[in-house]
């Protein structure tokens, strides 16, 4: 399998994707914030995802590739949204982790006609600064230079410590290797974070939603993925030992999202 990477390029900005699957439906996957783009491992996606390939064509969205100096998931979530209709998408079964699941937080509040269902993974609806000190000890990490120190503490947050124990070496070597202008824009990324708030909008959401949670997550307190589940009215699917890469991590989470999709609610 080798998966071509294509962009879309507006009058402001130019963003890549790829896509698999030759199903009726469209799915979108937002991912969450990495060191190097997942644009670098389409075909590991696509092969991790490829129960999705009968029914779905699926869609997965990069950040925009010249990332001004300051931009805030608001203006993700509006890139995004105008990459998708550029392509002419809609009536979208939408997947978001993590900042993906932020940046589908504010398409689905702001371009309501795109989504059909809306899954959310190991994202909140408000960044405090509870729940954002290990991403403030990755921007310290990444400012300084520091790469070895960033990719150990991703590693060790994102996953649990059983995923680690028995993947370390692995996740070590697919984390790693940014260059200085990976490092940089890992940095604006991140940043990124600051002043993210849409407790009081999520409510405004119309479309099915479900919120997807780990009691172990290190990155997000359980309690605030749960709050967003609660605020917007969604479905709540918790996992009690998982890390914050449950999406990874749990087998049985991508059957749970398409069962969610299809309507079948078994859990």
Excluded at 197 to 222: Q, T
């Amino acid at each position: 399998m080798s998966i071509k990477i294509e962009k879309v390029v507006t009058d402001r900005f130019e963003m890549r994707y790829f896509k698999f699957g030759t199903g009726a439906k469209t799915a979108v996957i937002l991912p969450g914030l990495s060191l190097t783009s997942v644009m670098n491992s389409a075909d590991s996606v696509a092969s991790a995802y490829k129960s999705m390939r009968e029914d779905y064509t699926v869609y997965v969205f990069d950040r925009r590739t010249d990332c001004p100096k300051v931009y805030t998931i608001k203006d993700m979530g509006d890139d995004t949204a105008e990459a998708i209709m550029s392509l002419g998408l809609k009536d979208i079964y939408l997947f978001g982790v993590s900042q993906g699941g932020m940046i589908a937080q504010i398409i689905a509040i702001y371009y309501p006609g795109l989504i059909h269902k809306l899954a959310l993974c190991s994202t909140i609806a408000e960044i405090t600064d509870e729940n954002s000190k290990i991403l403030r000890e990755w921007l310290v990490c990444a400012e300084n230079g520091d790469e070895e120190s960033l990719v150990k503490r991703m590693v060790e947050t994102v996953f649990s410590d059983e995923f680690v124990e028995k993947y370390g070496k692995y996740l070590f070597e697919l984390m790693g290797g940014a260059d200085k202008a990976e490092l940089e824009r890992f940095i604006i990324l991140s940043e990124s974070f600051n002043g993210y708030d849409v407790h009081d909008k999520v409510k405004e959401i119309r479309c099915p939603i479900l919120v997807i949670g780990s009691k172990a997550d290190k990155i997000f307190p359980y309690k605030d993925i749960e709050r967003l589940s609660e605020l917007s009215g969604g479905k709540m699917l918790t996992y009690d030992n998982y890390g914050h890469a449950v999406y990874d991590e749990a087998p049985d989470c991508l059957e749970k999202v398409l069962s969610f999709y299809k309507g079948d609610m078994d859990f």
